[in-house]
């Protein structure tokens, strides 16, 4: 097993809950990519967030399908919530820090620290170096792939110190009053937002290399908020600005616009600025997101970056369980094989970890049928189109339709939700196994 992300920890897991050895190589603490700061294994490197928590929402879904199946990243995850309204966001250290505890404590794991150079030669390995596997590595993968191997560029959000905010200004709220008040929202009158609007669009962004400038192209869900801006002076107030659902309790009003700022660890000292991943240059960040009201004297504990983010055109590589078609033996998981997201890279892992044990055990390959997310997400990678192949998100869209007449979306997801987790319910015998 190589890489002890996301995918890694969960496939580690799978593998030695199924009673497989498994040797699980890190290059952490002696290197690290230019966005992982911490230590400890399957590190958030930005949001705090896997997403939405209820199964008529596709991930909630796939995260309701991974905890049926004992995943120790869900389990991770319950434990270390914390308040973020219809979301399920956690505290990124305690997070990391639970996984890495029971990744070490596990009699069936060991742990080897260094950076791995080469793919593995012996039989039953699964790679899940993420999206910012570089050096020797990334060589090694694209001598083998290329040309089905690919790239985007992708941005992470900045952190800000809470005793730093300005609470005359800003706001304790959810939108529309729903759930518990989890958010701060610092409000913006028209002439406030304008002059935030124009410093934003005139910064300066933090150079990149000339080859990775020409061949720039990012994700449309993680868009650098300065990108996002310059489509048009309203499109921040229809995006992570909008302030719909909110009032001021110092007006009474409905603001021009709104940022959310998201508790990102359980001692609440540090917020998340929603949505508002950036490349401009660190001292930029500070002066222009100063102009936010709440945020004139922030302290950023992190500022925001951009990082080029590599994976393979699974479909002309991968099987729907993960595994190379034309390899004994070899699986990939993880963001690198083209699903996007915290969560997605962890079910691939999940998946690609079961599916492995399975292979070493000599028992029979079943898949996941597409009406479960999980099989879902695998059929994606496996067939989607190879040309223009980009990394995708769960949604309900990669599932077959249901029939019938709904009152609203919502009813209708919930009976997708229903026919996938009847679906994994018949399953589960086996895929316990
Ligand atoms: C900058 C950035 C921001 C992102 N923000 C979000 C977000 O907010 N929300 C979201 O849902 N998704 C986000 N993503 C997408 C994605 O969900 C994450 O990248 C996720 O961590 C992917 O999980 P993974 O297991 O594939 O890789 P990772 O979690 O990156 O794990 C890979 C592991 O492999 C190790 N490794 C790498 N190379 C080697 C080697 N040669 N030898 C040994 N070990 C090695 C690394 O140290 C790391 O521990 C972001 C991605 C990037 C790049």
């Known amino acids: 097993m190589i890489g002890a992300g996301l995918a890694g920890c969960e496939a580690a897991w799978q593998l ?6 498994v040797e699980l190589y890190e290059q952490k603490p002696h290197k690290k990519s230019p966005a992982h700061k911490a230590d400890t294994f399957a590190e958030l490197v930005c949001s705090n967030s896997l997403r939405a928590a209820n199964v008529e929402n596709a991930v909630g879904l796939l995260k309701e399908e991974m905890r049926r199946l004992g995943s120790l990243i869900m389990e991770a995850a319950d434990a270390c919530s914390v308040p973020a309204g219809g979301a399920l966001a956690v505290d990124r250290e305690g997070f990391s820090r639970h996984i890495t505890q029971r990744i070490r404590n ?3 794991i060991r742990v080897i620290e260094g950076e791995v150079t080469c793919l593995p030669a012996q039989e039953g390995g699964i790679v899940a170096t993420g999206p910012l596997t570089e050096g020797a590595f990334f060589e ?11 790239h985007f560029f992708d941005a992470a959000a900045p952190l800000i110190e809470a005793d730093s905010i300005n609470m005359s200004k800003a706001f304790r709220a959810s939108r529309y009053g729903k759930g518990t008040a989890d958010y701060l929202n610092c409000p913006m009158t028209e002439e406030e937002y304008l002059r935030f609007y124009e410093a934003l669009v005139t910064a300066e962004v933090a150079p990149l290399h000339l080859q990775e400038e020409r061949e720039l192209t990012v994700f449309e869900g993680c868009m650098p908020v300065e990108v996002m801006a310059k489509r048009g002076p309203q499109t921040l107030c229809y995006g992570p600005l909008k302030p719909v659902g909110l009032t001021d309790p110092h007006t009474g009003k409905r603001p021009f616009a ?11 000292s540090l917020y998340n600025m929603v949505g508002f991943q950036t490349h401009l240059k660190f001292p930029e960040q500070k002066r222009v997101f ?3 009201p709440g945020l004139e004297n922030a302290r950023f504990a992190r500022y925001g970056q951009m990082h080029r983010n590599t994976y393979l055109v699974s479909p002309l590589l991968l099987d729907e369980r993960y595994r190379l078609k034309e390899e004994t033996c070899l699986y990939f998981a993880g963001q690198m094989t083209g699903v996007e997201g915290y969560v997605e890279s962890a079910a691939s892992g999940l998946c690609a970890g079961l599916h492995l044990a399975r292979e070493l055990r000599g028992m029979e390959a079943m898949t996941f049928p597409v009406t479960t997310a999980l099989g879902a997400l695998g059929s ?8 223009d192949f980009q990394p995708m998100n769960i949604n309900f869209g990669m599932m077959p339709p249901v029939q019938g007449r709904y009152k609203s979306k919502m009813e209708k997801n919930r009976v997708l939700a229903e026919r996938s987790l009847s679906a994994l319910a018949e399953l589960l015998p ?4």
């Open 258 to 268: 709104v940022v959310q700022l998201r508790q990102d660890d359980f001692a609440a």
């Open 290 to 292: 100063s102009l936010i």
């Open 16 to 21: 030695a809950e199924r009673g497989i050895s």
């Open 430 to 433: 086996q895929a316990v196994l």
């Open 140 to 150: 090694e993968i694209q001598r083998r792939f290329a040309p089905k191997q690919m």
């Open 106 to 108: 596990h009699p069936l």
């Open 380 to 387: 994606y990678i496996a067939h989607a189109s190879a040309e």
